[in-house]
């Protein structure tokens, strides 16, 4: 099969090399001996990936290695008991191996794809909208009726953000660096959507009547005091990644005079040990797609051998919505 392999740690220019791998086992590492096996028709691209061509990810497999997270395609094989079969259009996790023709994935991360969703689309459903009801939902304790600010609106976890947090009936201000994020946050269903710059803060504060209810934040950086001052009482920041590079410091005296809290969301390493809870947040995403709040906005598409200008376009802050690879484009 076509795989592209990560070959050094010498960043997104230079660390890939695409060639021809024998097939996968259908074993995964998370379930040794078993695994779905599934025909990758679009991979997503994702921030991790970009890490693992500078070795600056958590995870470090020995090189070479196949990157890519989630994958949209075909069943080929199940293992029994499995909640999808042969033929079956799905969306796995697989962690890693997903920039390839073929992919194998736990048995509780692949999940059967709904016919509203194409494959570019469902290639972008586990990682940034299983987190954004997991941050949201499961650890932010989000409410219908309550407000969120999301940073970083016109990114992968952003968009995703924005459409989880309607379809637990809740209203939405989106932040956003340029005109062209501005876009897809609406496209994406922002109710509010507004422009980085001086005065963010005091705009958050006038739309939402004082305050929002949660602030998710995928970027970070210098952006973080000003987010713990847009919370009404009563109101949780939620961090979920730092792609603005700096790790922020939080001065706890802001938490305590206003009733405020800091939560962390880590998706992937709480769920990997926990099947049923994937199965709730993949019956619960599912639920929103049949329900229309929930349809991956897709971004830039290249095909498998240009994976590496997909990850030029997340390092260059470039990428709007989804980026994902057309893994069996002619
Ligand atoms: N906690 C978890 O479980 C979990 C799960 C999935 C992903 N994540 C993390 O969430 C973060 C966002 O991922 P994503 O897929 O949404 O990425 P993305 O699509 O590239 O979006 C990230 C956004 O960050 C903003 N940003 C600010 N400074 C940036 C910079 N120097 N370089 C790049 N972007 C910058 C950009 O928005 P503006 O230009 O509008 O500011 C951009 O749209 C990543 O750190 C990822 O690792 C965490």
Redesign the pocket.
Same mark, same amino acid.
């Given at each position: 099969m076509k795989a592209i392999q990560i070959v050094e740690e010498s960043g997104p220019d230079s660390a890939l090399a695409l060639g021809e791998l024998p097939e996968p086992e259908a074993s995964h590492m998370l379930t040794p001996g078993a695994g779905v096996l599934v025909e990758v028709h679009a991979a997503g691209v +994702? &921030?991790?990936e970009l890490l693992q061509t500078r070795g600056q990810y958590q995870m470090k497999p020995a090189l070479p290695f196949v990157p890519g997270s989630e994958v949209a395609g075909v069943v080929r094989s199940a293992p029994e008991g499995a909640q999808v079969k042969a033929g079956d259009r799905v969306a796995a996790f697989c962690a890693l191996g997903g920039f390839a023709e073929t992919a194998v994935a736990p048995e509780f991360f692949t999940f059967a794809l709904s016919p509203k969703l194409d494959f570019a689309q469902g290639s972008g459903l586990i990682?940034?909208y299983h /987190?954004a009801y &997991?941050?949201l939902a499961l650890r932010g304790r989000l409410k219908a009726g309550e407000s969120v600010l999301v940073?970083?609106?016109?990114?992968?976890?952003?968009t995703a953000t924005l459409q989880v947090a309607k379809g637990l009936g809740a209203s939405t201000i989106a932040? =956003? +660096? +340029?005109a062209a994020?501005r876009e897809v946050a609406e496209q994406a269903g922002a109710d509010e959507v507004l422009l980085?710059g001086d005065g963010w803060k005091d705009q958050v504060l006038e739309l939402s009547g004082g305050g929002v209810d949660m602030v998710l934040d995928? =970027?970070g950086?210098d952006r973080f005091t000003d987010s713990l001052r847009s919370l009404r009482e009563g109101g949780r920041l939620v961090v979920?990644? &730092? /792609?603005?590079?700096a790790i922020p410091e939080v001065r706890v005296n802001r938490l305590l005079l206003r009733n405020t809290e800091v939560v962390g969301?880590?998706?992937?390493a709480y769920v990997m040990s926990k099947p049923e809870l994937n199965r709730e947040i993949g019956a619960a995403v599912n639920r929103m797609v049949d329900e229309g709040f929930v349809s991956p906005v897709v971004g830039e598409r290249f095909p498998l051998e240009r994976a590496a200008e997909a990850l030029k376009a997340?390092d260059e802050?470039r990428?709007t919505g989804k980026v994902v690879l057309d893994v069996r484009a002619a």
């Amino acid at each position: 099969m076509k795989a592209i392999q990560i070959v050094e740690e010498s960043g997104p220019d230079s660390a890939l090399a695409l060639g021809e791998l024998p097939e996968p086992e259908a074993s995964h590492m998370l379930t040794p001996g078993a695994g779905v096996l599934v025909e990758v028709h679009a991979a997503g691209v +994702s &921030f991790p990936e970009l890490l693992q061509t500078r070795g600056q990810y958590q995870m470090k497999p020995a090189l070479p290695f196949v990157p890519g997270s989630e994958v949209a395609g075909v069943v080929r094989s199940a293992p029994e008991g499995a909640q999808v079969k042969a033929g079956d259009r799905v969306a796995a996790f697989c962690a890693l191996g997903g920039f390839a023709e073929t992919a194998v994935a736990p048995e509780f991360f692949t999940f059967a794809l709904s016919p509203k969703l194409d494959f570019a689309q469902g290639s972008g459903l586990i990682l940034n909208y299983h /987190t954004a009801y &997991f941050a949201l939902a499961l650890r932010g304790r989000l409410k219908a009726g309550e407000s969120v600010l999301v940073h970083g609106a016109g990114g992968g976890v952003g968009t995703a953000t924005l459409q989880v947090a309607k379809g637990l009936g809740a209203s939405t201000i989106a932040l =956003v +660096s +340029s005109a062209a994020k501005r876009e897809v946050a609406e496209q994406a269903g922002a109710d509010e959507v507004l422009l980085l710059g001086d005065g963010w803060k005091d705009q958050v504060l006038e739309l939402s009547g004082g305050g929002v209810d949660m602030v998710l934040d995928p =970027v970070g950086g210098d952006r973080f005091t000003d987010s713990l001052r847009s919370l009404r009482e009563g109101g949780r920041l939620v961090v979920v990644g &730092f /792609t603005g590079g700096a790790i922020p410091e939080v001065r706890v005296n802001r938490l305590l005079l206003r009733n405020t809290e800091v939560v962390g969301a880590g998706w992937g390493a709480y769920v990997m040990s926990k099947p049923e809870l994937n199965r709730e947040i993949g019956a619960a995403v599912n639920r929103m797609v049949d329900e229309g709040f929930v349809s991956p906005v897709v971004g830039e598409r290249f095909p498998l051998e240009r994976a590496a200008e997909a990850l030029k376009a997340l390092d260059e802050r470039r990428a709007t919505g989804k980026v994902v690879l057309d893994v069996r484009a002619a």
